[in-house]
């Protein structure tokens, strides 16, 4: 096996039934194409969760790693990028880590391509699209500081000017050799977690400014469908789905979810319609408390 597809999933049921739909996509075009040089890794603490299967190998992260992943200040998305390095450094292949709100139309074998003939002195880096430029309307404090910072862009080797992009990191793709360059993501994450408002954004832009910085920068290929803008209604969708085929093996369970079909306008509306304006201000205060809980641990942390 020459290519890792990795997936880390945590936390709430939703994420273990989108994670579930996804791989279960993915191992369709394995056993479809007999494709034996693809492997699926999956991190998680709930390893029960998991579908079961000779191309998966689960790797079981209990509750102490995921912890000491998230870091002093318990950076929830800073789990990802250990999780990367940690897939690097074990398998010694080109790794390709997708989040759990997707699903497969095919195989990834343009990406990997890409990584397998990746440049050791300007490595290949794939992310899932490229969203937008850092702007005073998108993403301001992370504008704010690189213009105001010009030394602290120079000394990480960043791009000095604008324009500076946002890419989705829904997919992360790099070759064998990124085990340095996972590496200066983390710290440049840890790094702007502590200088920038906006800081629950930093392994985001840190990934996109080292892509766009250090590496020919590539967007993910067609056949990953990242659904995140009605993920909210999709977990409804799917449960009473996966619950409907559980009688199945897992080889008919992958072949009946590659041919669900939702309708997208339907899963957006119903996004909009399920949750009530209540519903909706209480998730913000949510996350609205969460990100100043952030900011209060890093100050006192100084």
């Known amino acids: 096996m020459n290519k890792t597809i990795v997936y880390h999933v945590h936390g709430d049921e939703k994420f273990f039934l989108q994670a579930r739909l996804s791989i279960l996509t993915l191992l369709h075009h394995l ?71 997707t699903r497969w139309h095919g195989l990834p074998d343009e990406d990997f391509a890409h990584l397998l003939l990746s440049d050791a002195q300007r490595p290949c880096f794939i992310m899932h699209a490229k969203e937008s430029p850092v702007s005073k309307t998108s993403h301001a404090s992370f504008l704010r500081f690189f213009q105001r ?55 985001q832009v840190a990934f996109s400014m080292i892509a766009q910085s250090k590496s020919t920068i590539l967007e993910m290929t067609p056949v990953l469908e990242h659904y995140w803008p009605y993920s909210r209604a999709v977990p409804g969708v799917i449960a009473p789905f996966l619950k409907g085929i559980s009688h199945l093996s897992i080889e008919e369970q992958a072949a009946v979810c590659f041919d669900i079909n939702w309708n997208v306008l339907a899963l957006t509306q119903s996004s909009v319609d399920n949750a009530s304006w209540l519903k909706k201000a209480y998730v913000r205060f949510k996350k609205s408390i969460a990100k100043r809980r952030l900011d209060m641990r890093v100050f006192l942390s100084k």
Not at 33 to 40: A, E, K, L, M, S
Not at 170 to 176: M, V
Request: with cysteine; net charge neutral; charged share 25%.
């Open 31 to 101: 056993i479809k194409n007999n494709r034996f040089d693809y492997q699926i890794a999956v991190y998680t603490d709930k390893i029960e969760q998991i579908p079961k299967h000779s191309f998966i190998q689960v790797i079981e992260t209990p509750k102490a790693i995921l912890n000491e992943w998230a870091g002093e200040f318990d950076f929830v998305h800073r789990i990802k990028i250990k999780v990367i390095e940690d897939a690097l450094i074990r398998f010694k292949t080109p790794t390709l880590h997708v989040d759990c709100d």
């Open 149 to 203: 910072n010009p030394d602290f862009l120079a000394s990480w080797g960043l791009k000095s000017e604008a324009p500076w992009f946002m890419y989705n990191a829904g997919a992360i793709g790099l070759p064998q050799s990124g085990v340095a360059t996972i590496r200066d993501v983390l710290k440049l994450s840890d790094t702007l977690f502590t200088k920038v408002h906006g800081k629950w954004l930093a392994e």
